[in-house]
Nanobody
Framework: QVHLVESGGGLVQAGGSLRLSCAASGSISRFTGMGWYRQAPGKQREFVANTFVGGTTRLADSVKGRFTISRDNAKNTVDLQMNSLKPEDTAVYYC????????WGQGTQVTVSS
């Protein structure tokens, strides 16, 4: 069992940046993958980015070149650096830990104004 808490969301103008952080209540080194997903109003939750043991990362096409994911096993955190934000990035962003198990945080709201 692990408890995930997201922080760093807020309101930003288009073109701006935000850094989201996910803090875990325990060690994240045991999880194969750590990642971020988002859910916009009226839409399904979608994949944004994840990072795997060994350092491999994967990003959704919609955020490539703008978002970066990083994982710190010593601090038990996973961060999402978001640059060049667009209004369509507006969503609740959720942290995820998987393998073994599948855990979610409560989410943090990101709103990008045009």
């Amino acid at each position: 069992q692990v408890h995930l808490v997201e922080s760093g969301g807020g309101l930003v103008q288009a073109g701006g940046s935000l850094r989201l952080s996910c803090a875990a209540s325990g060690s994240i080194s045991r999880f194969t993958g750590m990642g971020w997903y988002r859910q916009a109003p009226g839409k399904q939750r979608e994949f944004v980015a994840n990072t795997f043991v060994g350092g491999t990362t994967r990003l959704a096409d919609s955020v490539k070149g703008r978002f970066t994911i990083s994982r710190d096993n010593a601090k038990n955190t996973v961060d999402l650096q978001m640059n060049s934000l667009k209004p369509e990035d507006t969503a609740v962003y959720y942290c995820n830990a998987m393998g073994p198990g599948n855990y979610w945080g409560q989410g943090t709201q990101v709103t990008v104004s045009s």
